[in-house]
């Protein structure tokens, strides 16, 4: 016992520090858990979680049973599936262009613009998207009228509003998310870069044969955490961007959770709704990581 509390107190600097982001866990994560309970009652603010009557998974099936329920599905899937398959190639292409670069100061500059968007706040990133986009001083829309001879009103075409999402999801997320592709580059053995060159590989070779090889494990495990929140799209933006008349494709399940819980205060049916979200991700999760453990030999355990 003692010499564990020896270890213990040498260790006492580290323990502090696990200790930090471990309570931040605990006290945010899962000690709300405990509310999660309200989904299956009819929970009313005045009567308390406890006092609330139990109804077992009635809010369960009245979603799966309502009007919304194929639609929201279908937005959701649609849209983050979308969003996934421009978002994460345009990562991987990113972090190969900026490794390309011999310029250190090129490099430098070039790092800082790409990745300057991500850190601008949703908001400013849907006023800017409005702006670009507005029916008649948006720059795109004078470039439409000046070809074209018409402009067209982008936030009331349903079919539009999925590709306008993953666009600027593209402009505000891939030079960030590339930080982690460049870090695992940055981990090759220039050794093998040398070799090729004396074999007389051309870059687009050494890319093909030494750079795409050694960055597969980290794709891997960046895919499957992407598609373990397949189902969780960041909702603010299409809150800030969408309106009544494009629901038929913009609305997805976190929007409708947050109009039916914010909104009508309806906090079970709301609570029950973001349950069955967060499942859909688990077993996203699950499933492409077994996939992945047995096809392409790396999985997150």
Do not use: C
Request: proline share 4%; glycine share 6%.
């Amino acid at each position: 016992m003692n010499r564990k509390l020896n270890r213990a107190w040498r260790s006492r600097y580290l323990l502090i520090m696990i200790a930090i982001p471990l309570a931040h866990i605990i006290i945010f994560s899962y000690v709300p858990m405990y509310g999660a309970q309200i989904a299956f009652r009819n929970y009313r603010i005045i009567d308390g979680i406890w006092g609330s009557p139990w109804v077992g998974f009635a809010h369960f099936r009245a979603f799966f049973n309502s009007v919304f329920f194929f639609r929201l599905f279908r937005n959701t899937l649609v849209i983050s599936g979308l969003q996934l398959a421009m978002t994460f190639p345009a990562a991987i292409l990113m972090a190969l262009m900026v490794n390309e670069l011999r310029n250190k100061r090129l490099k430098k500059g070039v790092q800082t613009v790409v990745y300057m968007p991500y850190f601008i706040s949703v908001v400013v990133v849907a006023g800017i998207i409005r702006g670009v986009l507005a029916p008649n001083s948006g720059i795109i829309n004078v470039i439409a009228e000046m070809i074209t001879g018409r402009t067209i009103f982008f936030f009331n075409e349903p079919a539009l509003f999925p590709w306008i999402l993953a666009f600027s999801d593209v402009w505000q997320s891939t030079g960030f998310n590339s930080i982690i592709y460049l870090a695992a580059i940055s981990s090759i053995d220039p050794g093998l870069y040398e070799a090729t060159v004396m074999d007389g590989a051309s870059r687009l070779k050494q890319i093909r044969h030494i750079t795409l090889p050694a960055l597969v494990p980290t794709i891997v495990i960046l895919f499957i955490l992407q598609i373990g929140g397949l189902f969780t799209i960041g909702f603010q933006r299409i809150l800030l961007l969408y309106n009544p008349t494009i629901y038929s494709t913009a609305d997805i399940i976190q929007t409708f959770v947050f109009r039916r819980g914010i909104g009508q205060q309806d906090f079970s049916y709301a609570a029950a709704i973001d349950i069955f979200n967060n499942t859909l991700n688990l077993i996203m999760l699950l499933v492409f990581n077994k996939l992945m453990r047995r096809f392409a030999e790396t999985s997150l355990w």
